[in-house]
C-alpha cells in the first residue's frame, strides 16, 4: 500500500490562491483545486467546511500579500511613506490583477466593512503629522487621495492603461500637492 500524501490546509490556499492569479476568482471550485493538487475533492473538504470558507481565507492570503507591497515599498525608501503605500497598491494593481480585484473589485454590499483600518488609520495619522490638518480634515484628505489612487489602480487592474512609473508618481504628487493647496497650505 502506498504512503498517503498529506494535502495541508496551506497547500489547498495557496493552491487556490494560483487559481486565483491566474484566472480569477470565479474558477475556483473543488474539482479545479483537486486537479491543481493532484488529489481528490475530499482533502479541500476535510480542511474547509465550505467553499465560501476558503474563498476567505484566499481573501485574507490575498490581503496579506498587498500588505506585503507596502511593506516592501515603505521599506525601499524610494518614496515618502503615505506615497510609497499608494504607489505600492498601484503596483499589486498591475502585477496581481486578479487577486486586486479579489480584494479592492468585488460587491461588498452585504459585508460588514469596519470604519477604520489599521493602515488606513496610519495613513490618516501620516496626513495629519505631515500637514497639520485637524483629525476630520485629515481623514478626509486621505480619503479623496486614496479615491483618487484607488481609480489609477482599478485601470492598471482591468487593463485601461498601461503608464510609466514616473507618470504615477508625478500624478500622486500633483494630486498631493493639489489638495494641500485646497487646504490652504502652500
Request: hydrophobic share 40%; net charge negative.
Amino acid at each position: 500500500m502506498s504512503p498517503k500524501i498529506k494535502i495541508s490546509k496551506e497547500d489547498i490556499i495557496n493552491a487556490a490562491l494560483g487559481i486565483v492569479q491566474e484566472r480569477g476568482t470565479q474558477a475556483i471550485n473543488a474539482r479545479a483545486l483537486a486537479a491543481v493538487l493532484k488529489c481528490s475533492t475530499q482533502p479541500i473538504f476535510s480542511n474547509f467546511a465550505t467553499m465560501e470558507e476558503l474563498r476567505l481565507a484566499v481573501t485574507e492570503k490575498a490581503d496579506a500579500l498587498c500588505r506585503a507591497y507596502i511593506q516592501r515599498e515603505v521599506e525601499s525608501g524610494n518614496f515618502p511613506v503615505y506615497k510609497a503605500s499608494g504607489m505600492a497598491y498601484i503596483r499589486f494593481a498591475k502585477e496581481e490583477k486578479e487577486l486586486f480585484k479579489l480584494l479592492y473589485m468585488r460587491d461588498r454590499s452585504g459585508e460588514s466593512i469596519p470604519e477604520s483600518t489599521e493602515l488606513g488609520d496610519k495613513m490618516e495619522e501620516i496626513v495629519h503629522d505631515n500637514t497639520g490638518l485637524n483629525v476630520e480634515e485629515a481623514k478626509l484628505f486621505h480619503l479623496e487621495m486614496w479615491a483618487y489612487v484607488h481609480g489609477i489602480a482599478a485601470m492598471f487592474a482591468t487593463g485601461f492603461l498601461d503608464l510609466e512609473w514616473e507618470l504615477v508618481s508625478k500624478m500622486l504628487t500633483d494630486s498631493y500637492q493639489g489638495l494641500r493647496k485646497q487646504y490652504g497650505m502652500e
